[in-house]
């Protein structure tokens, strides 16, 4: 079964700091991933996702991952963070190629951009 | 532009009243989703459905069930409301095989239900 573990249920960092926001899956099978960002009292937007080719994935807002296969992660990650960056960030894993649309979702990771 | 509406946005009710939460999509998305989300365990699926007349459960579907009569509705029911179902509830449709974009769920902005 797939499954998706956020390290990190919260990371406090500076403004103008580089963040790194941690994601494994496990799967047996090819999977699609996905970084959602939800903001205060907001629904859940699209940031990036890994589909296939390049591992080097660029999202909105200045946001990039790095699908690495060997290591079974998707880590999130950002050079230089705003106060608008503070929100909620989940990690989820989807298995379309075995023809169902469900996702699993992570925990979440809580960012908060510090002054 | 295409949307997904939810409603009511927030909504108070008593244990073991019967609940129904609406969703609206205008994406023509033949697949739609039901999840919950609380602290410490993420977004939880609880029913989806993959067409008209096509519902399944999720893997926290108890004392919940959905049913689907056109593409652009999947309300949620709550048959008697529990405590342990406070929660926000947020729905979300996506595309089919063969579509652009298929592989991406678009999110509503979510329901605040309190169950006293």
């Known amino acids: 079964a797939q499954s998706v573990t956020q390290l990190d249920s919260q990371v406090p960092v500076f403004e103008e700091a580089p963040v790194e926001l941690r994601c494994n899956y496990s799967?047996?099978?090819?999977?699609?991933l996905f970084w959602y960002v939800q903001y205060p009292n907001q629904g859940l937007q699209l940031l990036l996702k890994y589909l296939s080719g390049s591992t080097l994935v660029k999202g909105i807002n200045g946001f990039e991952a790095e699908f690495n296969k060997s290591q079974t992660s998707f880590h999130l990650r950002k050079p230089s963070v705003h106060i608008s960056d503070t929100a909620e960030y989940f990690c989820?894993?989807?298995?379309?190629?075995?023809?169902?649309?469900?996702?699993?979702f992570g925990t979440g990771t809580r960012l908060k951009v510090l002054a | 532009d295409a949307e997904i509406t939810q409603s009511p946005r927030h909504k108070i009710t008593e244990t073991g009243r019967q609940v129904t939460l609406a969703c609206h999509q205008t994406w023509n998305h033949n697949n739609m989703f039901w999840y919950r989300q609380d602290l410490g365990h993420g977004l939880r699926l609880i029913h989806y459905?993959?067409?008209?007349?096509?519902?399944n459960k999720g893997e926290v579907s108890d004392g919940y069930s959905v049913s689907r009569s056109n593409t652009e509705d999947l309300p949620l029911t709550l048959e008697s409301a529990a405590s342990s179902q406070t929660s926000v509830y947020f729905c979300?449709?996506?595309?089919?095989?063969?579509?652009?974009?298929?592989?991406?769920?678009?999110f509503g902005p979510g329901t605040r239900l309190l169950v006293l």
């Open positions: 989820a894993v989807s298995d379309l190629a075995s023809g169902t649309y469900k996702y699993i």
């Open positions: 979300a449709s996506s595309g089919d095989l063969g579509t652009s974009g298929v592989e991406t769920q678009y």
């Open positions: 799967s047996s099978v090819s999977v699609y």
């Open positions: 459905s993959y067409g008209v007349q096509d519902t």
